[in-house]
T-cell receptor, first 109, second 113 residues
Framework: GDSVTQMEGPVTLSEEAFLTINCTYT??????LFWYVQYPGEGLQLLLK?????DKGSNKGFEATYRKETTSFHLEKGSVQVSDSAVYFC????????FGAGTRLTVKP | SQTIHQWPATLVQPVGSPLSLECTVE??????LYWYRQAAGRGLQLLFY??????ISSEVPQNLSASRPQDRQFILSSKKLLLSDSGFYLC????????????FGNGTRLTVT
C-alpha cells in the first residue's frame, strides 16, 4: 500500500541554518503530497502541498518540490528561526491521507 | 470560515472505564471526518474515517469505536479503556474532493492509569 518515509529526528539546528528534512513515498497512483507542522500541544496544521509532479509548494519560507523520478518531497528552508521548532510530518493523499513518522526540529538561538 | 472543535483537551481515566471524545465542525457541510491517534514519539495512526452520517470505516481493529450521529459531529468511544489507549487523539475534517488537505482540531491528550 501507499506509504511515506521521512528522515528520523530529532534535528537540532542553530538559528539561520539551512534546513532539509527528507521525505520519500511509495504509491501506486498519483498522490498529492503534503507537509504538516505540529507545534507543542497542538494539532497539525497544513504547511504546504503539491498536487502533481514538478509542482513546488511553498509557505512561510519553506519549500518542497514533488519529484516523481525520485519519489521524493523534501522540505527545505534557507534560514530557520527559533519559532520553527516543531514536529514536521510528510504525508500523501491518494486513497486517504497517510503520514510519515514525523521529524522533530529544534532551533537554538 | 470553517472551524473544528475537539474536547476535552486533556483526560485522565482509569483502566476499564468508558471513553467518549467529541468533535464538531462548523462552516462546512458533508465533510469527511477522521480520528487519528498519535502515540508518544510516533507518527499518526488513522483509526476511523467517515464520508457521511452513519458511515464509519475502521482502519485498525481495537477496542475503540466511532459514530457520526450528525453531519458535522464525530464521536470516538470505548466501553473499557486499556493502558495502551493512552495517546494524543486528533480529529480532522476535509472536503469531499479527492486529495484535499486535512484540517485538524487541537487534540485530546488521554492518559489511562
Amino acid at each position: 500500500g501507499d506509504s511515506v518515509t521521512q528522515m528520523e529526528g530529532p534535528v537540532t539546528l542553530s538559528e539561520e541554518a539551512f534546513l532539509t528534512i527528507n521525505c520519500t513515498y511509495t504509491a501506486t497512483g498519483y498522490p498529492s503530497l503534503f507537509w504538516y507542522v505540529q507545534y507543542p500541544g497542538e494539532g497539525l496544521q497544513l504547511l504546504l502541498k503539491a498536487t502533481k509532479a514538478d509542482d513546488k509548494g511553498s509557505n512561510k519560507g519553506f519549500e518542497a518540490t514533488y519529484r516523481k523520478e525520485t519519489t521524493s518531497f523534501h522540505l527545505e528552508k534557507g534560514s530557520v528561526q527559533v519559532s520553527d521548532s516543531a514536529v514536521y510530518f510528510c504525508a500523501l493523499s491518494d486513497q486517504g491521507m497517510r503520514f510519515g513518522a514525523g521529524t522533530r526540529l529544534t532551533v537554538k538561538p | 470560515s470553517q472551524t473544528i472543535h475537539q474536547w476535552p483537551a486533556t483526560l485522565v481515566q482509569p483502566v476499564g472505564s468508558p471513553l467518549s471524545l467529541e468533535c464538531t465542525v462548523e462552516g462546512t457541510s458533508n465533510p469527511n471526518l477522521y480520528w487519528y491517534r498519535q502515540a508518544a514519539g510516533r507518527g499518526l495512526q488513522l483509526l476511523f474515517y467517515s464520508v457521511g452520517i452513519g458511515q464509519i470505516s475502521s482502519e485498525v481493529p481495537q477496542n475503540l469505536s466511532a459514530s457520526r450521529p450528525q453531519d458535522r459531529q464525530f464521536i470516538l468511544s470505548s466501553k473499557k479503556l486499556l493502558l495502551s489507549d493512552s495517546g494524543f487523539y486528533l480529529c480532522a475534517w476535509s472536503v469531499v474532493q479527492a486529495n484535499s488537505p486535512l484540517h485538524f482540531g487541537n487534540g485530546t491528550r488521554l492518559t489511562v492509569t
